[in-house]
């Protein structure tokens, strides 16, 4: 089993930036690649970002693409999201999601956080 435990959400101005963090335990954190989705009210929850195992490849959802970067150290057991230049349409709740490889899809992925929530104000 692995746990995901996000943080780092909160209330923002449009234009400000939020760091989103990803801490893991109960296995090896390196053996996952890790993705974040997100969900707003009343609509189905999307895909934003994704890194492979090594943290060599990494993938964006085109609406964050230049604005949000995805990281990883695995020393630390931990996956980012820097969130910049946010708009009030990046508002929801953000969850960080562990899997057999990076995708656009849901599928992929074995284990799944709690979510954060990020609100962005006009």
């Known amino acids: 089993q692995v746990q995901l435990v996000e943080s780092g959400g909160g209330l923002v101005q449009a234009g400000g930036s939020l760091r989103l963090s990803c801490a893991a335990s109960g296995r090896t954190f390196s053996t996952y690649a890790m993705g974040w989705f997100r969900q707003a009210p009343g609509k189905e929850r999307e895909f934003v970002a994704a890194i492979s195992w090594s943290g060599g490849g990494t993938y964006y959802a085109d609406s964050v693409k230049g604005r949000f970067t995805i990281s990883r150290d695995n020393a630390k057991n931990t996956v980012y999201l820097q969130m910049n230049s946010l708009k009030p349409e990046d508002t929801a709740v953000y969850y960080c999601?562990?899997?057999?490889?990076?995708?656009?899809?849901?599928?992929?992925?074995?284990?799944w956080g709690q979510g954060t929530q990020v609100t962005v104000s006009s």
């Open positions: 999601a562990a899997g057999v490889r990076p995708s656009r899809t849901s599928s992929p992925y074995d284990y």
